[in-house]
């Protein structure tokens, strides 16, 4: 029943498309989501998640976790990041993965809606130290698309990586364009 909500609000009264599939036999992954650049991008995604019928989480600080809100986000698909021992947020973020039989850690690798003009690098170290692929997926505001890409396994080679990932999304528009990072 959601499902047909998800996709009459997406598809009939927001007018947008989806292109490509989420393949939901990949159990762990980091869905990297560009151009992130309005609030609303988050409602954008919420919408083709639930279209999908699967479950693509979050991390965030573990104070947001305890009562009351704590429910909440575990059953939105938030996971909390325990950076405790010194762990610095890739290595936490891995633990995290090697914790769950299924985790799909959705990232914005811009980190900000503001205009960046280098994508912070963490999104791949962690795909790479836990192991998993990198989801690439465009949100496309001037063609009202969401574009989901193959999944990349990456090498440990980031410049010669980013060579392989970053031409998906070349030409994408942000709801704010002159927000967007430019491939």
Known sequence: MKQRLYKFIFFRLLGWNLIGTFDDSIKK???IVIPHTANVDFFIALLVRG???VKINFVGKK???VFPFGYYFRSVGGAPLDRSGGKNNVDATVDVFNKHETFRLA???EGTRKKVTELRTGFYYIAFKA???I????LDYGKKEVKVGNPFVVTGNYEEDMKGILPFFKGVKGK???RGFEV
């Open 29 to 31: 992954c980091v869905v």
């Open 51 to 53: 279209i999908w019928n």
């Open 63 to 65: 104070e947001l976790f």
């Open 107 to 109: 990232l914005s690798p």
């Open 131 to 133: 192991n998993v692929p």
């Open 135 to 138: 989801i690439p997926v465009a």
């Open 176 to 178: 704010n364009p002159e």
